[in-house]
């Protein structure tokens, strides 16, 4: 089936035979759907931290960042803001001149209140001679808009949303890079150092890092804080072949195999190569000007307060299990931990003697930890918490997206409707072991948690194939515990004029 061209086209990809033979068995056979046992909510797989135990989870936190911890904060980058412009594109198309949609007329009644409006307006300056006010008075709104997506203008229809303009401030407006250097100052940096890494595409790199070259300086002395900015690029070797509707590998005009980048998932491989005993991953576009910040710092401190904390429990019944000198009562205590603070639960742990028992605790314990904030669901669409079986008969927390729900069980879909609590991307992950070793992420993905799409090239219909989600089956086999945190601290931005609610203003 593979031709020798192909072969010399996978080594350059630093792909398998076998990789890509696996991944058209996977678009022959589909991925299995998870079975649910319940939408996790406070209470049931949500904790719901009190104000004063918030305080103490704080505290713990900064006590650790004291201690010189290696703190990283992980930011998915690579997304061109494309699809934020969706609207203004059509508009671009339209037969029609000026503004006829609601969203039309909402971005240019409010043009002035984008962060981007001053380099708008010097941009339709130099290409037009005339800036945005006067190009609309004379019906010019096409102009205006152009000049904000295509390449002779801001081409804010290509770049990457995290180098755009999002928030005001007297000194100038900011990107959400920039919005995320600052919050790693404020609840990730250890002894005056702030670790940032971002994920980005090859064609947005240079990009990036001539934005950060820029700017650091500026928020390191704002900041009292060392910045340790990094970027990587999601891997070649992670991309998944294209397939025909027969199943059969898809090639493009030229008769080469076609490969699509792997989805989010691919960047546990990202994950896995940075050093760090502490994790946070956040969204690029999930941030706020300094005047909203306070609920995000707390509640991400909260959030790594409580995996701290866990952490440390763990890693005190590792230690106790190693030393062999246990009573069962201590054994006991341990299955409850497991099960009641971390909610794995395996109906025949009772069936175990106790040497196949400290076995299976073992196994359940040492692994990678994540603390995932949950906020109330308000329809937003994507994933959610729920306790999910796994393949080898435990019930965990998981967080599912809606193409891993089987939608012909009538009782999977209701669960996944009425679920009260939306996932936002906001995790704090511990990777080393309790002895200070560096998990190997990749060991701990659920293969069969991919997902097939229909997509087309050139006209064809084809179908591709993502790797489990980052924080989906990418994590399954991790020690997961939801937190309850407020709608405050996500504030995404899907379209161009989510940047005029009040929570983008400055």
């Known amino acids: ?5 192909d072969l010399q086209q ?15 068995e996977q678009f022959k056979n589909g991925f299995p759907y998870l079975r649910i046992e319940a939408a996790a909510s406070v209470g049931h797989g949500i904790m719901h931290i009190d104000d004063e135990s918030r305080k103490g989870y704080v505290k713990l936190w900064n006590d650790y960042k004291a201690k010189g911890q290696r703190i990283v904060k992980f930011v998915p980058a690579s997304g061109a803001a494309s699809r934020m412009f969706k609207d203004m594109f059509t508009f671009l198309d339209a037969p029609y001149q ?12 409010q043009i002035h209140h984008f962060a981007f409006f001053d380099l708008l307006d010097d941009t339709c300056k130099a290409n037009e001679g005339k800036g945005v006010d006067q190009l609309v008075s004379e019906n010019r709104y096409k102009a205006v808009v152009a000049n904000m997506l295509d390449e002779k203008g801001m081409n804010y229809g290509q770049l990457p949303k995290g180098l755009l ?7 100038g407006a900011r990107t959400p890079m920039e919005e995320h250097l600052v919050e790693g100052a404020l609840y990730a940096a250890s002894n005056g150092q702030s670790y940032v890494h971002f994920t980005v595409s090859h064609e947005h790199k240079a990009l990036f890092e001539k934005r950060v070259t820029e700017k650091l300086e500026g928020y390191a002395k704002r900041y009292g804080v060392t910045y340790h900015v990094s970027f990587s690029e999601q891997q070649p070797n992670t991309d998944t072949v294209a397939a025909n509707q027969d199943n059969t590998p898809f090639r493009d005009n030229k008769g080469h195999l076609l490969f699509r980048p792997g989805g989010h998932g691919a960047l546990i491989n990202n994950l896995n190569n940075i050093d760090a005993d502490i994790v946070f991953v956040k969204n690029i576009d999930n941030v706020v000007p300094d005047r909203l910040k306070a609920d995000t710092v707390e509640y991400k401190q909260l959030i790594a307060g409580v995996l701290v904390s866990l952490q440390k429990k763990a890693f005190d019944y590792l230690r106790l299990l190693d030393t062999g000198l246990y009573s069962h009562s201590q054994l006991e205590e341990i299955i409850r931990f497991l099960q009641r603070d971390l909610c794995c639960r395996n109906s025949d742990i009772k069936n175990l003697e106790d040497a196949d028992l400290v076995l299976y ?13 949950m906020v109330k669901n308000v329809g937003e669409p994507g994933g959610g918490p729920f306790l999910a079986y796994n393949a080898d008969g435990t019930v965990s927390l998981q967080i599912l997206e809606s193409s891993q729900i089987n939608k012909s069980d009538s009782k999977s879909m209701e669960l996944f409707r009425n679920g009260t609590h939306f996932n936002p991307v906001d995790l704090v992950c511990a990777v080393r072991d309790y002895k200070g070793r560096h998990f190997n992420l990749p ?21 591709a194939l993502e790797l489990p989600g980052l924080w989906n089956g990418a994590m399954s086999d991790w020690n997961t515990v939801f937190v309850e945190v407020p709608l ?11 940047l005029l609610r009040d929570q983008h203003q400055g």
């Open 1 to 5: 089936m593979l031709t020798q061209e």
């Open 10 to 24: 996978l080594a350059k990809k630093g792909i398998s035979e076998q990789q890509v033979a696996l991944q058209l």
């Open 98 to 109: 000026s503004p006829q949609t609601d969203f039309e007329k909402q971005f240019f009644d």
């Open 165 to 171: 303009l999002f928030h005001k401030y007297p000194e």
């Open 361 to 373: 605790l073992h196994k359940k314990l040492n692994r990678p930890m994540r603390v995932c904030g």
């Open 443 to 463: 060991d701990y993905v659920d293969h069969s948690t991919g997902f097939i799409s229909t997509k087309s090239k050139n006209g064809k219909v084809l179908k």
């Open 488 to 498: 405050s601290t996500f504030n995404p931005v899907k379209t161009v004029n989510d």
